[in-house]
């Protein structure tokens, strides 16, 4: 850990990204592996305080801001007043853009009309919905808490409500999942008329309910062919349906990325509260916070910086980051501004890679830009341990 | 000098050589009791897992006989193992006599016979010694009379002991001081001294052992090595106990170290002789006959700048295994190496694991090889132990591989089994006979390159265990060898490329197809291997590309972690290697000389 006093400043001249986590769940999802605590008012309370109080810590550095984002746990399950109360909060500690952008997850249970509508004048225009999936079996194996019928409304009524952005997130590759399954699920979601999907595999962890069943024997993730024909689908699906693979797990219809979450992948500075959240300063340290609610608490309540770690950059650690990331988005990376920006060699040492690539269709270039191609996305990761930096 | 007695104790594998070292370091207080363990003199790691000895062991020990008088008693802990006669044979140069081991319970075997005839031909003179007495099964009459008749010595002479639980050890040093001779030289005269070993010292340079023929050595003396003629001061001397001890000097029969700053190793001849720069000898010792290598494969570093040190490591390796010969060598797909030349399977495994473990290299070998002898069209003849210099079939006469006799030992329920191996590996003239009721010993005469491929694991596996294998070398014998050439997308891997017979040829390449396909990851394109015989393929197998290879999520913003797990995954790659564009891991080298998956 290194020798500071105080949390950094933005070191950028770029308005920076504010996430705010809210580590609370109604019940825990047994796929989940996130810090998420069910507890009730008391501890909200005291989170909402001490949320407010690392707000504080920051309101020296410089940071200026133009998109929040509330995740979770679940945002949405939060007291609308209480809510209310953070928001403005953050907005008298920091400084916030008036045109910010505010993004909100939402569980569908919790969204009824008289939420959405306080939502709404409270600022937020982003509503990423976890319905996960638009049928009721998928629903029920996820152990999640609402229903088919109530992820549609939710999304309907966020519409109705003129939210710039509605979003889902689903889930795929589950255990004995077709294509025509996966196929019928993404256009009924297309149906529902939402902007923007977050599609993500099925990964089972260690240490949850959905681990255990894996080593009892009873549960396993889909085969690996089973998997890419089922990411090939999505693409092709949402890709007719007009909607851009903007990055490995997101789609988007034209102008409706998240702009929050795309600051996580240009290499933009961001800063997180709440426990477990990471931040980031533009130019040279990544950090992050205690990932237990009690003791990320404890230390603010201390007047501490309630850091778990953080991470001073090497200026090929960063190239390398935006490389790797670049890799995962339709935009790709621009690799002369990346060695312009870092100040590192990246062009040279890795034609034959980047010949290499191109002949296997995995990318295309396009003047000093590289991108990766719908397959290329799918085996990003591989794409990345190729170059050296 | 006349209380001098230098000595090794021989005898076949397991039979007790180390552990009687033990007792008689033990009751010569040549160990503290806390500082003891089993096996003391065996001190190389891979000796204490494998349990046998692979490096002869030197240590000097005063004796107190019961004549009243102190001994000086240098003795040699040798290993039993076939492939490691060399070392047996490097320590009886500088010996008057050997204790013949031999199992109460086992007998005479192979390498007790194969290790006394070594003994004879240096004129050592020699105490037979019955091991293992305590063995309910020890059959000391049979046992002696197999001396007798067998080995042709005197049964009265036979001392009985067990090292195990320490009986007889007293019998055992009064014959070696009664029975062996004190070292004959002239301690005046002209230096003479043999370096019958050494190892590499970070600090100090090669450490050469030495035994003191004729004259005397000190600190301070200017010497010459007489093969290679080049000259050093001498640092220090001293004897081996279980550490260095300094002394003064060395004199005639002295066993003991030599330091000289020598940081050169390739200055250094192992049975090269030591005289004085004034009042030089006239001639040196007679060296050692050179070891001939049987098996051969070619080494490569899996990083290829590593190849420096895998120079240096080779150099220091060669002088503490004189046996071990390289020269350089080159592959197509794995750039710079060695070709080594090891005295059997053992051998070559033991040096790949030192290697890797005394000098922290990761290293690739090529198929094991044996040597074949090939008379072209027009008449000459040529050796060929690599793959790569095989000449084109069209202007070859006739190919001639070495042969063995195999000889398994095992109880009888086995015979079946073990016979069907043996046929399978071309085994002819195979027959077995009782050695005890239940016990038989198998002998089979078959193709060395039989043996390199997976027959161990085989027979072990076949036989539960029970059985126990050794093979003395037999003659060249009439082969249809053809050379398999595995590609991987086109590209020759010329590591695994083998000579075989005919008739192994296409089920041998069918083996290295789908053990490759088994251990090359998928990557990001579809890989075709191929097994051909000059140019004409045998057989095949196919690696899809991997179409799904990326994490869902980067979670809030925790992209260090995702960048560290992708640094380290690209740190395994560099352990493996790419053969045109294919990654090949280490591991799919190894997998390959094994018939089994698991
Ligand atoms: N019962 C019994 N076992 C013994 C005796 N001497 C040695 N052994 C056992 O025999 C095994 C082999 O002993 P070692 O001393 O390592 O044999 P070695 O001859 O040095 O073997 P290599 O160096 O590998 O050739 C060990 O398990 C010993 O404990 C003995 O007198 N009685
Ligand atoms: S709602 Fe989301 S954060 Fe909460 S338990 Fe379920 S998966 Fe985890
Ligand atoms: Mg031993």
Redesign the interface.
């Known amino acids: 850990m290194p020798e500071t006093g105080f949390p950094p400043g933005n070191e950028t001249e770029v308005p920076a990204g504010l996430y705010i986590h809210v580590p609370f769940c109604s019940s825990v999802c047994p796929y989940c592996d996130f810090a998420v605590t069910i507890a009730g008012e008391d501890r909200r309370a005291a989170w909402q305080k001490a949320l407010h109080a690392e707000a504080l810590m920051y309101a020296d550095g410089g940071w200026a801001f133009d998109t929040v984002y509330f995740g979770g746990g679940t945002p949405s399950i939060l007291d609308l007043e209480r809510l209310a109360d953070v928001v403005n909060g953050l907005r008298s500690a920091l400084c916030i853009n008036e045109k910010a952008r505010y993004f909100l997850e939402i569980n569908p249970e919790d969204a009824s009309i008289r939420r959405i509508r306080a939502w709404s004048d409270l600022g937020f225009t982003f509503a990423s919905v976890g319905l996960q999936s638009p049928d009721d079996g998928v629903l029920h194996f996820l152990g999640r808490r609402h229903s088919a019928e109530q992820g549609r409304l939710a999304i309907e009524r966020l519409k109705e409500e003129h939210f710039r952005t509605v979003s889902a997130d689903l889930i795929f590759g589950l255990p004995g999942q077709g294509p025509s399954d996966w196929r019928r699920q993404l256009e009924a979601v297309i149906q529902m008329g939402v902007d923007h999907i977050s599609c993500y595999q099925l990964t089972i962890h260690d240490g949850t309910i959905f681990g255990r069943r894996r080593r009892a024997g009873v549960l396993r993730e889909a085969p690996d062919d089973i998997q890419a024909d089922l990411y090939e689908l999505t693409h092709a699906v949402l890709a007719d349906a007009g909607f851009e693979a903007y990055e490995v797990s997101n789609f988007a219809r034209p102008g409706h990325r998240s702009k929050h979450n795309q600051k996580y992948w240009k290499g933009v500075p961001y800063l997180g509260f709440g426990p477990g959240a990471h931040s980031f300063d533009g130019t040279s340290r990544r950090w992050w916070n205690r990932g237990k609610l009690r003791l990320w608490q404890r230390d603010i309540e201390k007047g501490r910086w309630p850091l778990e770690d953080a991470e001073d950059l090497a200026a090929a650690d960063l190239a390398f980051e935006v490389l790797m990331l670049g890799l995962r988005q339709s935009d790709g990376v621009d690799l002369k501004a990346v060695e312009c920006r870092w100040g590192v060699a990246v062009i040279d040492p890795n034609r034959l890679v980047i010949e290499r690539l191109v002949d296997n269709g995995l990318i295309t270039v396009l003047g000093t830009r590289i991108q990766p191609t719908m397959r290329g996305m799918a085996v990003a990761d591989g794409l990345a341990r190729e170059f050296e930096v | 000098m006349k209380r001098i007695r230098t000595f090794c104790i021989i005898a076949h594998i397991d039979h007790g050589k180390s552990t009687l070292a033990d007792r008689l370091i033990q009751h010569c207080g040549g160990v503290e009791d806390r500082d003891f363990r089993d096996q003391i003199l065996d001190s190389m790691d891979l000796e204490r897992e494998r349990g046998i000895t692979i490096k002869s062991n030197t240590i000097s020990l005063d004796y107190e006989a019961k004549d009243g008088e102190t001994y000086q008693l240098n003795l040699i802990d040798t290993p039993g193992h076939v492939d490691f006669s060399h070392e047996v044979r490097r320590s009886l140069m500088s010996c008057e006599g050997a204790l013949l081991l031999v199992d109460a319970s086992q007998g005479v075997e192979a390498q007790t016979m194969a290790n006394m005839y070594l003994a004879i031909e240096h004129d050592l003179e020699i105490v037979p010694v019955i091991n293992k007495i305590d063995l309910p099964s020890a059959d000391i009459e049979r046992v002696k009379e197999e001396i007798e008749e067998d080995l042709g010595l005197d049964s009265d002479e036979v001392v009985l002991c067990s090292a195990k639980v320490g009986t007889g050890i007293q019998d055992v040093l009064e014959a070696i001081v009664n029975q062996l001779p004190p070292p004959e030289g002239d301690p005046d005269g002209p230096l003479q001294a043999l370096i019958f070993d050494a190892q590499y010292d970070a600090y100090r340079g090669a450490v050469l052992l030495v035994r003191v023929m004729n004259g005397e050595i000190r600190a301070g003396q200017r010497v010459r090595f007489m093969h290679t003629g080049v000259e050093h001061q001498v640092e220090e001397v001293g004897l081996l106990k279980l550490e260095r001890v300094k002394s003064e000097s060395l004199s005639a029969g002295a066993v003991g170290y030599v330091i000289a700053g020598i940081k050169s190793v390739s200055e250094i001849n192992i049975g090269d002789t030591i005289t004085g720069v004034e009042m030089p000898a006239e001639e040196a010792v007679p060296g050692y006959r050179e070891s001939k290598p049987v098996v051969f494969s070619s080494v490569y570093p899996m990083a290829s700048d590593e190849y420096l040190e895998l120079t240096k490591a080779l150099e220091k390796l060669k002088l503490n295994d004189a046996a071990l010969i390289y020269e350089k060598d080159s592959s197509q797909a794995l750039g710079f190496g060695y070709r080594c030349g090891f005295l059997g399977l053992l051998h070559l495994e033991i040096v790949q694991q030192r290697l890797e473990r005394e000098y922290d290299l990761s290293l690739l070998l090529s198929a094991p090889s044996v040597r074949y002898r090939v008379t072209m069209t027009d008449g000459e003849k040529r050796w060929v132990d690599n793959p790569s210099i095989y000449p084109d079939p069209g202007s070859i006469d006739t190919v001639e591989e070495p042969f063995i006799k195999a000889s398994v030992m095992m109880p009888d329920r086995y015979i079946g089994t073990v016979m069907e191996l043996c046929r399978d590996r071309r085994g002819e003239n195979t027959s077995f006979n009782y050695l005890s009721v239940g016990r038989v010993e198998l002998t089979s005469e078959m193709p060395l390159a039989e043996v390199l491929f997976d027959f161990y694991d085989r027979l072990k596996s076949t036989t539960q265990g029970y059985g126990s294998f050794d093979y003395e070398m037999l003659d060249y014998r009439e082969t249809d060898a053809v050379k398999v050439e595995i590609l991987v997308n086109s590209e020759p891997v010329d590591p695994l490329a083998q000579l075989v017979h005919r008739d192994k040829a296409r089920p041998r390449a069918l083996h290295y197809c789908d053990r490759l396909k088994e251990t090359i990851p998928k ?3 579809k890989i075709a291997i191929q097994g051909t015989i000059g140019g004409n393929v045998i057989a095949r197998s196919t690696i899809n590309a ?9 979670y ?5 972690r ?2 560290k797990l ?2 380290k ?2 740190k395994g ?1 560099k352990r493996m290697k790419m053969v045109g ?1 294919v990654e090949i891991p280490q591991a799919a080298f190894i997998a390959v000389l094994k018939t089994d998956s698991d």
Do not use: H, M, P
């Not at chain 2, 991997?546 to 980067?554: G, I, L, N, S």
């Open positions: 990557q990001q394109f991997y179409r799904k290879d990326v994490t869902a999520k980067c809030g913003g925790d992209i260090s995702k960048r992708l640094e995954q690209k790659k564009n």
